[in-house]
Every structure is written in structure tokens, then in C-alpha cells.
Nanobody, 113 residues
Framework: QVQFVESGGGLVQPGGSLRLSCAVSGSSFSILFMAWYRQAPGKQRESVAA???????SYADSVEGRFTISRDNAKNTVYLQMNNLKPEDTAVYYC???????WGQGTQVTVSS
């Protein structure tokens, strides 16, 4: 089965940047429709960005213009570049193929001064 390993989270001040990575194994990565999700304490998990196998990206309104999703098919990796971070971006971030049934462990992002 396909597996997802997220990394790159941490503590950052408001206005700062982080780059998340997600290593994918167990499937033909290049054909996967990938997405990044996040779940804040007490809230439902939500999708923040997605990228098709062809590289077309889409974003939630709350992150449009600040986050950039990309993929490197040679490295079986999807990235999420997050700029101008806000306290409301604090959450555990997950990546997953749209079609996958299982989640990775996620990576914590905390935006605080």
C-alpha cells in the first residue's frame, strides 16, 4: 500500500516560512493526484492544496497566494512551501494521495511569537 512520510514542520514566528516535504512510497507516484491537508486542535481536517499528476495546482482560499504546492516525480516527493505564515496556520499537516485510504503521521506546524 502507498505510504506517506511528512517532514519539515516546526515552530516559526508570524510572517515566517516553512517548507514541508512528503516522501511517497509503495505506488507509482507520478500518476498520483496529491494533496496537503491540515488539522488544527478541535477542528476538522481540511484540504489546503492539491496537485494533479500533470502539475496543476489548486488551493484553499485561506492559503491562496501564500502557499505553493509542487512535486518532484524523480524523488517521489511532494512539497508545500508556506510563506507569510499566520497563527491560524497552526496545525498538524498531512499529505495523501486523493485515492489513498491511509494517512501518514503528519508534521506539526506552530506559528507563534
Amino acid at each position: 500500500q502507498v505510504q506517506f512520510v511528512e517532514s519539515g514542520g516546526g515552530l516559526v514566528q508570524p510572517g515566517g516560512s516553512l517548507r514541508l516535504s512528503c516522501a511517497v512510497s509503495g505506488s507509482s507516484f507520478s500518476i498520483l493526484f496529491m494533496a496537503w491537508y491540515r488539522q488544527a486542535p478541535g477542528k476538522q481536517r481540511e484540504s489546503v492544496a492539491a496537485i494533479t499528476s500533470g502539475g496543476t495546482a489548486s488551493y484553499a482560499d485561506s492559503v491562496e497566494g501564500r502557499f505553493t504546492i509542487s512535486r518532484d516525480n524523480a524523488k517521489n516527493t511532494v512539497y508545500l512551501q508556506m510563506n507569510n505564515l499566520k497563527p491560524e496556520d497552526t496545525a498538524v499537516y498531512y499529505c495523501k494521495a486523493i485515492s489513498a485510504a491511509y494517512w501518514g503521521q503528519g508534521t506539526q506546524v506552530t506559528v507563534s511569537s
